[in-house]
């Protein structure tokens, strides 16, 4: 079977197609495997390349990644799909790697959405990849630990690879344009800010950037020569209006604010609608989900505990299903956080301890209420004195549990907000039962 030759030009190839880098130096993102110094990025210029698993979403650069790794090695590439291949065609791949070990040439497999083989079929690459016929790359949207053999597994390193941030693919956008002025005769004239809105759109996937800008140049009007990028055309070619929202800016801050200002103000339409200019502004549905069960302990807490467990269900729905489906999730979590009573006795509480907690770092334990595993700590009268709560009829005791310095002192005041009401009730009732022991 031939190597692969993945840069052959075509007139008509999409842009993403075009610009697929050959090697490291133009390629976007990945720095935390990629950056200078990083110990992948010394495998793959060294031509050691281990078997392993690229994880990540579409167009963060899995294929791209590996056809570099195809451009540097020394090996012989084979480039097999999962889609459209099955085990006569790897049995028909592992005849041809068996003859290039023979013969002393090592053969690099790449294999594009792994996890479409199923068990048998990954099972045929495991002998060959023991014996070091093959170094099998796969790549995957999945995770694999659930869709990948635990033997096949267990000899390849999974590397994730991370959706590309605003940044990244603000940077490709500009190397697409330069690109297209270079090999065109018309040139495009398009604001950073139209970059920014592409790039922000595109959450983290590099393809949909460049078609989306390619879509843009070739939609667009020719004026002397000229392309010039609008309002409208942006709209119409991302198929909705751009809302103003930078994920990574001070807007970024401002509209999560509002959010957690809007709840904490017990508005629900106003809650819904910076929900929504932050969904639709492109931002990570995990984010928000993670903000809004901060706001269930920080501003309802013990008044409504079930905020927590509405909060917690909505980010693992996030998780689950991801945008857009999961808005009604967030909406779900939004809404009932508004309109749940509001305390912040556990953040004042949390705030007062810590405060003690940095001025008193020296202060023991009272032995009362240390463990005694060892004979010396017996000795040194560790757990002396200890009363076990379950033994009395009480379920409670007057042993002393906070240190000397700090005795009498009280961090949680529940207000009479919500279930906290019964709350403050309970501990009161507790209090007054403890003096009596």
């Not at 060294?46 to 090996?75: H, Y």
């Not at 694999?144 to 635990?150: A, C, L, R």
């Not at 809302?243 to 807007?251: A, Q, R, T, V, W």
């Not at 905020?307 to 939004?334: D, K, N």
Request: net charge negative; charged share 25%.
């Amino acid at each position: 079977m031939e190597q692969q030759t993945f840069f052959q030009g075509d007139a008509y190839a999409p842009l993403a197609s075009k610009l697929r880098p050959a090697t490291l130096n133009g390629y976007f993102g990945q720095e935390h495997l990629l950056g200078k110094g990083k110990v992948f990025r010394q495998m793959i210029e060294s031509d050691q390349i281990p078997s392993m698993i690229f994880w990540g979403p579409p167009g963060v650069g899995k294929t791209t990644l590996a056809r570099i790794i195809a451009e540097q090695t020394k090996a012989h590439f084979i480039d097999f799909s999962a889609v459209s291949s099955g085990i006569k065609e790897i049995k028909t791949v592992m005849t041809q790697a068996e003859h290039n070990r023979f013969v002393g040439e090592k053969t690099i497999l790449f294999v594009d959405e792994i996890h479409r083989f199923n068990k048998a079929q990954q099972d045929a690459f495991l002998p060959y990849v023991e014996k070091g016929s093959i170094v099998l790359i796969g790549a995957t949207t999945e995770n694999p630990s659930f869709e990948i053999n635990s033997a096949l597994l267990s000899r390849c390193k999974v590397f994730v690879l991370h959706p590309l941030t605003v940044e990244d693919l603000s940077g490709l956008l500009r190397h697409a344009v330069a690109y297209l002025n270079d090999t065109s005769e018309t040139q495009i004239e398009i604001d950073d800010k139209y970059l920014g809105m592409i790039a922000t759109f595109a959450n983290g996937d590099a393809r949909v950037a460049l078609n989306t800008l390619e879509m843009i140049t070739t939609n667009s009007d020719v004026e002397d020569a000229k392309i010039t990028v609008t309002d409208e055309l942006v709209e119409q070619c991302m198929s909705r209006k751009f809302l103003i929202y930078d994920k990574s800016g001070e807007e970024h801050y401002n509209i999560i604010s509002a959010l957690h200002k809007s709840m904490r103000n017990s508005d629900v339409n106003a809650s819904v609608y910076w929900l929504a200019r932050m969904l639709e502004g492109g931002e990570d549905p995990l984010y928000i989900a993670r903000r809004v069960t901060r706001f269930a302990s920080e501003d309802i807490g013990m008044a409504d505990s079930n905020a927590l467990e509405v909060s917690i269900a909505a980010y693992q729905a996030c998780h689950f299903i991801g945008m857009p489906e999961c808005s009604v999730h967030l909406t779900h979590a939004v809404v009932y956080c508004a309109l749940a009573p509001k305390s912040n006795a556990l953040d004042a509480a949390y705030n007062a301890a810590r405060s003690d907690a940095m001025q008193t770092t020296a202060e023991p334990v009272p032995l009362v209420i240390r463990n005694a595993p060892t004979k010396l700590m017996k000795d040194l009268h560790y757990g002396d004195g200890y009363q076990y709560a379950h033994n009395t009829e009480e379920k409670l005791t007057n042993m002393q549990c906070l240190p000397d310095s700090l005795i009498g002192r009280t961090y949680y005041h529940p207000t009479e907000q919500g279930k906290e009401k019964r709350v403050k009730e309970w501990m009161e009732a507790i209090e007054a039962l403890r003096k009596t022991l």
